[in-house]
């Protein structure tokens, strides 16, 4: 599911973030929504044995 959400509904058209106001690279601008993508399972069992089975450790 891909859920877009409007920045005056996630933090404001001013803008939100931590750092300095007069620097912003710190901060997310102001009129700029969120994207997000979020992946719904509705079988959970199914799912960890599926991420059981793909695991691959790294050796160093």
Same mark, same amino acid.
């Given at each position: 599911?891909?859920? +877009?959400?409007? &920045?005056?509904?996630?933090? *404001?058209? @001013? *803008? /939100? *973030? =931590?750092? @300095? =106001?007069?620097?912003? =690279?710190?901060?997310?601008?102001?009129?700029?929504?969120? $994207?997000?993508?979020?992946?719904?399972? $509705?079988?959970? %069992? %199914?799912? $960890?044995? /599926? &991420?059981?089975? !793909?695991? !691959?450790?790294? +050796?160093?």
């Amino acid at each position: 599911m891909r859920l +877009i959400v409007p &920045s005056r509904l996630a933090y *404001g058209t @001013s *803008g /939100a *973030g =931590s750092g @300095s =106001s007069e620097l912003t =690279s710190g901060r997310i601008a102001g009129n700029q929504c969120l $994207d997000y993508y979020i992946h719904v399972i $509705d079988n959970q %069992a %199914a799912y $960890d044995v /599926a &991420s059981i089975k !793909r695991y !691959r450790p790294i +050796i160093i």
